[in-house]
């Protein structure tokens, strides 16, 4: 029997996937070389098609915060699966996961599920449109709300501009209602409001950017973008699909005491299975139907297996103790990956996800970021996968610990990185 290969699969996969991937980042563009063909996931780590054992520190994009194969995520799953399949209607297992939900979110008075981030943040957006019938939102360069046309917006000449399109297929105008302003400045936001705040349905922002690797708001922005959005009548949505249970229990805006009107969330909230959601004020979510006018439905939305292992993983983050735990490991990584790499990169870090930069000091935003040693991070990917590190294979992609990453890891880790110097 032939024994399979990563360079076999991947030869496979070009001929029946575009790139030989089904999301673009899998296919290692970014530093090069063959992705790795996962058949196990135990905690910490992987095991590829070979055999290799790596140390995970994609962690399916931030989902899997329990690590790989968590007993209870595989328990739930398994009880959830063996009672049936979706009937497409409800079930108890919605009402279980939106409880624990809006226990840790006070500011989701009332929320849907849907079945991906993209389809939480285009329904949001819809629906601070229909509230306040405006067309235009504020989004920031940098930040990646998924890939619904206006969102695939990319900044134009100026500090603050109409969206030109950013992805072939996208017409102007699904973008011309889409304002870009660079991530952390808040007076950029201030002159688009004082220019178009009548047209200005909503601001869009991950309130810690992770789509540019780890940039963390300043003191000052998150509370800029809630005045001036109290201020003109527009409504605030926190993208909170990766730093949502991630960052702290309650997400990013319970971190930095910012209450938004609408948040979105995904990623940790499914255990690892497909999910998205956005919920928030109750006067804002009963426009939508059948209460509303505004029309959004899913045939796998609040499927039950993945509600079920969403609420698995939910009851064990809200163990007493748990995210200082991530917070230690996460911050005696970073620390110590700094050590590792002085004078050759920078650490950003909030709660259990981080980013090594290849320039002097963290970006303060997406100008910033763009002006890291991208071939230097390259270079340092495929030495840690050398020594069976996995690191996301982008300079521009945050990595994220689970509750496996004990300090064994953490240790080796730092050792390895140390060891590429």
Known sequence: MRTATNAGLFERARQIFPGGVNSPVRAFGAVGGTPRFVVRGEGAYLWDVEGARLLDYIASWGAVILGHGAPPVVEAVQQAVGQGAAAGVPSPAELDLAGLIQAALPS???LRFVSSGTEAVMSAIRVARAATGRPAIVKFAGCYHGHADPLLARSGSGVATLGLPDSAGVPAEATRHTLVAPYNDAEAVADLFRTAGDHIAAVVVEPVAANMGVVLPQPDFLPALRELTWR?????????VITGFRVAWGGAQRRYGITPDLTCLGKVIGGGLPVGAYGGRRDLMEQVAPLGPVYQAGTLAGH????????AVLRRLADPGVYDVLEARASRLAAGLRRALDGRASVAQAGAMLTVFFRPAPPLDDAQARQCDT????AFFHAMLARGILLPPSQFEAWFLTLAHADEEVAATVAAAEETA
């Open 304 to 311: 039950p297996v993945v509600m079920a292992a969403g609420a």
């Open 232 to 240: 003109y009548g527009a409504v605030l949505i926190f993208d909170e």
């Open 108 to 110: 989701v008075e009332r």
């Open 375 to 378: 071939r230097a991070y390259a």
